[in-house]
T-cell receptor, first 114, second 107 residues
Framework: DTGVSQNPRHKITKRGQNVTFRCDPISEHNRLYWYRQTLGQGPEFLTYFQNEAQLEKSRLLSDRFSAERPKGSFSTLEIQRTEQGDSAMYLC????????????FGSGTQLSVL | KNEVEQSPQNLTAQEGEFITINCSYSVGISALHWLQQHPGGGIVSLFMLSSGKKKHGRLIATINIQEKHSSLHITASHPRDSAVYICAVHNTDKLIFGTGTRLQVFP
């Protein structure tokens, strides 16, 4: 399968714990995006990378959130000291080229913070 | 007011009906995407357009840049078309999403 892969599919954690999600984009794609989606809402932009460089971060991304894409391939999104409000679906997407290019989405990681 | 507005929020139809979903936006864009999301979260890109009209099978997407409006049409709807349809616009380098239109097509 050469699509966008996200792991894990589901994560249940207790409040205050740290969690890390991984996204493997389509191999030749240089852009990688993270979005968050809560029930009944459209996805919200969190951050994106052009190769290994993190070019923009949303105001939604508090200091507890950090994302990396160390070699311009896979990316990780870490949430420290999770809160119940962090419960959401975290979606990763990738594209080749600049804005206006077709996006390919992963299946997402569903986070539940108890 | 959201930067991307969709209507209707919910839509039910009988199999075979012609369906239209509308999207209006208030920001400058380089492209507009129509996406389909099934239960479980998977999102599939249906169309990306910056002008005019595109057609793929029973799906047609149009955009009017001057009016900042786009429509997604489904001809001869089928129960397998049941999903959430999301409009998203490319503003600078990020996508801004609408809240989606939940479509249910009954046999």
């Amino acid at each position: 399968d050469t699509g966008v892969s996200q792991n894990p599919r589901h994560k249940i954690t207790k409040r205050g714990q740290n969690v890390t999600f991984r996204c493997d984009p389509i191999s030749e794609h240089n852009r990688l995006y993270w979005y968050r989606q809560t029930l009944g809402q459209g996805p919200e932009f969190l951050t994106y990378f052009q190769n290994e460089a993190q070019l923009e971060k949303s105001r939604l991304l508090s200091d507890r959130f950090s994302a990396e894409r160390p070699k311009g391939s896979f990316s990780t999104l870490e949430i420290q000291r999770t809160e119940q409000g962090d419960s959401a679906m975290y979606l990763c997407a990738s594209s080749f080229g600049g804005s206006g290019e077709k996006l390919f989405f992963g299946s997402g990681t569903q986070l539940s913070v108890l | 007011k959201n930067e991307v507005e969709q209507s209707p929020q919910n839509l039910t139809a009988q199999e075979g009906e012609f369906i239209t979903i509308n999207c209006s936006y208030s920001v400058g864009i380089s492209a507009l995407h129509w996406l389909q999301q099934h239960p479980g979260g998977g999102i599939v890109s249906l169309f990306m357009l910056s002008s005019g009209k595109k057609k793929h099978g029973r799906l047609i997407a149009t955009i009017n840049i001057q009016e900042k409006h786009s429509s997604l049409h489904i001809t001869a709807s089928h129960p397998r078309d049941s999903a959430v349809y999301i409009c998203a616009v490319h503003n600078t380098d990020k996508l801004i999403f609408g809240t989606g239109t939940r479509l249910q097509v009954f046999p």
